[in-house]
């Protein structure tokens, strides 16, 4: 036998236990997320701090870092001008990618270290993306490089590639041949 249908009073008094259900569950995932931000923000201050000591600790004690043993060249500004190709973006991420590596800095640090390196509108894009994302997004390197080639690398580039590989010839020298070719395959999409 079926249970007794609900009052029209009860059923509005179970869909306002079930609301405050939800609004209870809610403040609780927002204070979960809270404090995700907050320990990864944590996580990324105390990053930096250990690694302003150890550059600190080796200048203090004599020690050598990187900069005494080789002058690096800070990597150029990427502006996102629509006239730069998927070369032009590759090139700057993996400058990027590899000053970073002879830093010896994190992985963590390289999207915020990445945002001192751009102009332009991709000045623009990164300070929106800085107030927009969580802070555990902001320090995935891997998403930075697929936000960045997503909005900045050239639509049809595949296109154009194919297009310029399937015109392209020897007219000067192997080497030259050679970086044209290579050129060219940096535009392709990975």
């Not at 990187?66 to 973006?89: C, M, V, Y």
């Not at 936000?147 to 595949?158: E, H, V």
Request: hydrophobic share 35%; with cysteine; net charge negative.
């Amino acid at each position: 036998m079926d249970p007794d249908p609900l009052t029209p009073e009860q059923q509005v008094q179970q869909m306002h236990q079930a609301i405050a259900q939800a609004q209870t569950e809610a403040a609780a995932a927002r204070v979960r997320v809270e404090d995700s931000e907050d320990t990864q923000q944590q996580k990324y201050e105390q990053l930096v701090a250990e690694k302003k000591a150890e550059f600190a600790a080796s200048r203090s004690s004599g020690g050598r870092s990187l900069f005494d043993n080789a002058k690096l060249l800070q990597p150029k500004r990427f502006s996102g001008d629509k006239r730069q190709t998927r070369e032009t973006l590759h090139t700057w991420l993996f400058t990027f990618e590899e000053f970073m590596n002879l830093q010896n800095l994190p992985k963590e640090l390289w999207s915020r270290m990445a945002g001192q390196h751009l102009e332009g509108a991709a000045q623009l894009w990164y300070e929106t993306r800085s107030k927009e994302l969580p802070v555990a997004d902001l320090l995935n390197w891997d998403r930075f490089v697929s936000d960045i080639n997503g909005l900045f690398a050239p639509i049809n580039s595949n296109d154009k590639a194919r297009d310029m590989l399937r015109t392209l010839s020897q007219k000067g020298s192997v080497q030259n041949y050679c970086a044209n070719f290579n050129a060219i395959r940096l535009q392709f999409a990975n």
